[in-house]
């Protein structure tokens, strides 16, 4: 099982969950508002007068054979050309357990 997180522009929200609801075997995912910097916004070096720009972060669990689909769907459906598009992380996760169940396992998700 994967985690996929990806930080994206809040204006491509929309598209991304539109593209993602098309994926055959995804069974969800969660959103959270936040926000955040990278070097490139103001040099190698941390500078005080540089804010927070705001995003979304779009959190997936799934299957590792869902994994290059949904990474590629992302890319896609969040890609303007602009600096600071976002990034998008790949994880192992050990473990799944539905809590209303107590399934375990990708079942769980």
């Known amino acids: 099982m994967k985690e996929i997180k990806a930080y994206i522009k ?4 929309t598209d991304a969950t539109r ?12 959103v959270v508002e936040c926000c955040g910097y990278g070097i490139g916004w103001g040099g190698a070096k941390f500078e005080e007068h540089i804010s927070c720009r705001p995003g979304v972060k779009i959190e997936i669990f799934c299957e590792e054979g869902l994994v290059d689909e949904v990474v590629d ?8 050309g602009l600096k600071g598009d976002g ?14 169940s107590g399934e375990r396992g990708c079942g769980a998700v």
């Not at 609801?21 to 995912?29: F, P, Q």
């Not at 192992?92 to 539905?98: D, L, S």
């Open 10 to 13: 809040k204006h491509k929200l």
């Open 19 to 30: 593209a993602l609801r098309k994926i055959e075997g995804l069974t969800g995912m969660s």
């Open 73 to 80: 769907c992302i890319e896609k459906s969040a890609h303007t």
């Open 87 to 100: 990034k998008i992380y790949v994880s192992n996760i050990e473990q799944a357990v539905r809590i209303s």
